[in-house]
């Protein structure tokens, strides 16, 4: 059965680096295009970004130019490379295939002094 796999999430003081992993189990990894999405207490889930099968990305407001997406589709892995970490960035973070979805099962950021 296919899934995704998050790991790497913890807790990190404000302006430090995390990098979350996504691994995909399954076959075709590289055809599929994947997102990350998170979810802050009391918020709605939302995307931090998203890249397709030839690797061009996408990025909310929120984390353009401090978070990066890619990927190592010999390894079946997505990665979310965050820099510059914010208070608010504190949020579970979910690796999602958009088609047929998938979601992970999220892995905790805690951004705190």
């Known amino acids: 059965q296919e899934q995704l796999v998050e790991s790497g999430g913890g807790l990190v003081q404000p302006g430090g680096s995390l990098r979350l992993s996504c691994a995909a189990s399954?076959?075709?990894?590289?055809?599929?295009?994947m997102a990350w999405y998170r979810q802050a207490p009391g918020k709605q889930r939302e995307l931090v970004g998203m890249?397709?099968?030839?690797?061009?990305?996408m990025y909310g407001d929120s984390v353009k130019g401090r978070f990066t997406i890619s990927r190592d589709n010999a390894k079946n892995t997505l990665y979310l490379q965050m820099n510059s970490l914010k208070l608010e960035d504190t949020a579970v973070y979910y690796c999602?295939?958009?088609?047929?979805?998938?979601w992970g099962q999220g892995t905790q950021v805690t951004v705190s002094s």
């Open positions: 890249i397709n099968t030839g690797a061009s990305t």
């Open positions: 399954g076959s075709s990894f590289s055809a599929y295009t």
């Open positions: 999602h295939r958009l088609f047929p979805p998938i």
